[in-house]
């Protein structure tokens, strides 16, 4: 074809991890069906392949929450790059969990293969996409000022846009500027090192216990020259002398099994994963009620065989009963504070003790994300399913997206150490004062000269504020699944407006499509069946 026959080029908006696996789709289809296809790539960002999440650049503070024997982001068969455990050249364990730096520098490499093997006509232009219009012909786009185009396909992929503050933090950014108080986010946590390089001996604050908050932790410590050892911290001297973490529910999240072997006593049994795969599909399907129903019977049976093996015997009836709150209010179960939580996960995740039906529960569910998204991406689920299947994942998170045991047992040492202090963890309140901010709760408050924002902005179209998306939701070509949840895509991508109608040539993957799609938030989705389902249509489309 032409490289510049409108009716067949295509752009693909976002040039991270997800962008690059819907190209690796195309790819493949394309030889599949003998097809030649060219492709615009729109990006400002230099990481080919990684997005700022992965950059090559990012500090090795950050890590994946991902062993090595669980990475399986599998390359496209024609590709040369192999798996990452093979690409990785210092050959780590398969209990070792590698730096996002080192992940960028494979995607980038994936990339770079890809360009070279010349499957796909591909011209990368290193600019920002500002708006998408409809257009004779297809769609054109802004970018940086100048319009591009037509596209008879247009492929968003942009991963987390700019988003509006939330109140306490528009309050605290405003602070943050007529007062002695430093505001700072997690990421990129190479500016966040620099920065913390002069935050010594202060007290520093960090909105937020989740996953970010341990890499914020490292930032902090040994990123300033403190070091590990032998269950002992060892300050440099030029960390801050406490650090005060925070959240709604002041609970770290549970670690992730320490070992391969201690991993595999949650494995489900091929038959207990059949029985889910078939349950998911009805489940997305159904009421919210009946969901609820459908996925508890193929929980209960796979994780009473698992506590019972583990010596921690439940019945059927308690772990229905567990499930049962986790639906209606995720977490209600568990009434151990923060230090009692933190513990009982490193006794767990190190098998030191016996695991509790929640912790079973979130590893089982771990193990079937492949097969939870495979049945639930594939269908059209109805905004209250979708509320309560997706809320269900989210919750469970706390166990199933859980951060390495290292980590969680670095958090214990600093606690002991006591540079960090988890006693006003649980939703303090908080003043706005001079020289900073003051935590208050349980009859003891403390001051602090630094913020830490380590949050992951929520993708509810509403709060997005980069002119791409907020245009496409102003102009009524992209709408909300529900309240609570992203834009509504069809199975393979494509956007549905306001209107109720499909977009023809304009699709959308991602975590802005929750709702549509689940548990998009893993870096395994972005090389998955949501961008072959892509790739096919784009195909069957351009005939």
């Given at each position: 074809?032409?490289?510049?026959?409108?009716?067949?080029?295509?752009?693909?908006?976002?040039?991270?991890?997800?962008?690059?696996?819907?190209?690796?789709?195309?790819?493949?289809?394309?030889?599949?069906?003998?097809?030649?296809?060219?492709?615009?790539?729109?990006?400002?960002?230099?990481?080919?392949?990684?997005?700022?999440?992965?950059?090559?650049?990012?500090?090795?503070?950050?890590?994946?929450?991902?062993?090595?024997?669980?990475?399986?982001?599998?390359?496209?068969?024609?590709?040369?790059?192999?798996?990452?455990?093979?690409?990785?050249?210092?050959?780590?364990?398969?209990?070792?969990?590698?730096?996002?730096?080192?992940?960028?520098?494979?995607?980038?490499?994936?990339?770079?293969?890809?360009?070279?093997?010349?499957?796909?006509?591909?011209?990368?232009?290193?600019?920002?996409?500002?708006?998408?219009?409809?257009?004779?012909?297809?769609?054109?786009?802004?970018?940086?000022?100048?319009?591009?185009?037509?596209?008879?396909?247009?492929?968003?992929?942009?991963?987390?846009?700019?988003?509006?503050?939330?109140?306490?933090?528009?309050?605290?950014?405003?602070?943050?500027?007529?007062?002695?108080?430093?505001?700072?986010?997690?990421?990129?946590?190479?500016?966040?090192?620099?920065?913390?390089?002069?935050?010594?001996?202060?007290?520093?604050?960090?909105?937020?216990?989740?996953?970010?908050?341990?890499?914020?932790?490292?930032?902090?410590?040994?990123?300033?020259?403190?070091?590990?050892?032998?269950?002992?911290?060892?300050?440099?001297?030029?960390?801050?002398?406490?650090?005060?973490?925070?959240?709604?529910?002041?609970?770290p999240p549970f670690p992730k099994p320490g070992t391969e072997g201690l991993d595999a006593r949650f494995t489900p049994l091929a038959s207990e994963t059949a029985a889910f795969e078939g349950a998911i599909a009805k489940a997305a399907c159904a009421s919210a009620k009946e969901a609820a129903a459908i996925i508890n019977a193929a929980l209960v049976p796979a994780v009473?065989?698992?506590?019972?093996?583990?010596?921690?015997?439940?019945?059927?009836?308690?772990?229905?009963?567990?499930?049962?709150?986790?639906?209606?209010?995720?977490?209600?179960?568990?009434?151990?504070?923060?230090?009692?939580?933190?513990?009982?996960?490193?006794?767990?995740?190190?098998?030191?003790?016996?695991?509790?039906?929640?912790?079973?529960?979130?590893?089982?569910?771990?193990?079937?994300?492949?097969?939870?998204?495979?049945?639930?991406?594939?269908?059209?689920?109805?905004a209250e399913t979708a509320q309560a299947l997706v809320g269900f994942d989210e919750g469970v998170k706390r166990y199933s997206y859980g951060p390495p045991l290292s980590s969680s047992v670095e958090l214990a040492v600093l606690i002991d150490a006591g540079v960090v202090d988890l006693a006003l963890a649980s939703d303090p309140d908080i003043d706005m004062v001079p020289a900073g901010w003051v935590l208050k709760g349980d009859g003891r408050s403390e001051a602090a000269s630094v913020m830490i924002d380590a949050v992951l902005p929520s993708p509810v179209l509403s709060s997005i504020t980069a002119p791409l998306v907020?245009?496409?939701?102003?102009?009524?070509?992209?709408?909300?699944?529900?309240?609570?949840?992203?834009?509504?895509?069809?199975?393979?991508?494509?956007?549905?407006?306001?209107?109720?109608?499909?977009?023809?040539?304009?699709?959308?993957?991602?975590?802005?499509?929750?709702?549509?799609?689940?548990?998009?938030?893993?870096?395994?989705?972005?090389?998955?069946?949501?961008?072959?389902?892509?790739?096919?249509?784009?195909?069957?489309?351009?005939?």
């Amino acid at each position: 074809m032409e490289r510049d026959d409108p009716s067949r080029m295509i752009a693909v908006v976002g040039l991270g991890p997800r962008g690059l696996g819907a190209l690796e789709s195309l790819a493949a289809q394309g030889r599949k069906a003998g097809v030649s296809l060219q492709v615009d790539v729109f990006d400002a960002l230099p990481a080919c392949g990684a997005g700022p999440n992965f950059s090559p650049d990012e500090s090795p503070t950050c890590l994946l929450n991902i062993p090595v024997r669980d990475i399986e982001i599998r390359p496209p068969e024609y590709s040369r790059v192999g798996s990452f455990a093979d690409w990785l050249a210092d050959a780590p364990g398969p209990d070792a969990f590698p730096t996002r730096a080192a992940m960028g520098r494979y995607l980038e490499a994936r990339w770079a293969d890809l360009r070279e093997l010349g499957y796909l006509g591909v011209s990368r232009h290193a600019g920002l996409v500002e708006a998408v219009q409809q257009a004779e012909g297809g769609w054109t786009l802004q970018v940086d000022g100048q319009w591009r185009g037509p596209y008879a396909e247009v492929l968003l992929a942009p991963g987390q846009p700019e988003v509006t503050p939330d109140d306490q933090l528009a309050d605290w950014q405003a602070h943050s500027r007529q007062s002695d108080g430093t505001l700072a986010q997690a990421y990129p946590a190479t500016r966040l090192v620099s920065a913390a390089s002069g935050w010594a001996g202060q007290t520093v604050a960090i909105r937020g216990l989740a996953l970010s908050a341990f890499d914020v932790l490292r930032a902090l410590t040994t990123a300033q020259g403190g070091r590990f050892d032998q269950g002992r911290y060892i300050p440099s001297g030029q960390e801050p002398a406490r650090i005060l973490p925070f959240s709604l529910d002041g609970k770290p999240p549970f670690p992730k099994p320490g070992t391969e072997g201690l991993d595999a006593r949650f494995t489900p049994l091929a038959s207990e994963t059949a029985a889910f795969e078939g349950a998911i599909a009805k489940a997305a399907c159904a009421s919210a009620k009946e969901a609820a129903a459908i996925i508890n019977a193929a929980l209960v049976p796979a994780v009473v065989r698992i506590l019972a093996g583990c010596g921690a015997a439940k019945t059927a009836e308690q772990v229905m009963q567990w499930l049962d709150t986790e639906w209606r209010t995720p977490g209600a179960q568990e009434t151990d504070g923060p230090m009692d939580t933190l513990r009982s996960g490193i006794a767990m995740a190190e098998g030191s003790a016996a695991p509790t039906i929640g912790y079973a529960v979130g590893q089982v569910w771990r193990k079937w994300q492949d097969e939870l998204r495979a049945g639930y991406n594939a269908a059209q689920t109805d905004a209250e399913t979708a509320q309560a299947l997706v809320g269900f994942d989210e919750g469970v998170k706390r166990y199933s997206y859980g951060p390495p045991l290292s980590s969680s047992v670095e958090l214990a040492v600093l606690i002991d150490a006591g540079v960090v202090d988890l006693a006003l963890a649980s939703d303090p309140d908080i003043d706005m004062v001079p020289a900073g901010w003051v935590l208050k709760g349980d009859g003891r408050s403390e001051a602090a000269s630094v913020m830490i924002d380590a949050v992951l902005p929520s993708p509810v179209l509403s709060s997005i504020t980069a002119p791409l998306v907020a245009g496409l939701v102003r102009d009524g070509w992209m709408s909300p699944l529900a309240d609570g949840l992203a834009a509504q895509t069809t199975a393979d991508g494509r956007v549905i407006g306001e209107d109720g109608k499909v977009a023809l040539g304009l699709c959308l993957l991602g975590r802005l499509a929750l709702g549509s799609v689940v548990a998009a938030d893993s870096l395994h989705d972005c090389f998955g069946a949501s961008g072959d389902r892509w790739a096919e249509g784009v195909l069957a489309r351009l005939g």
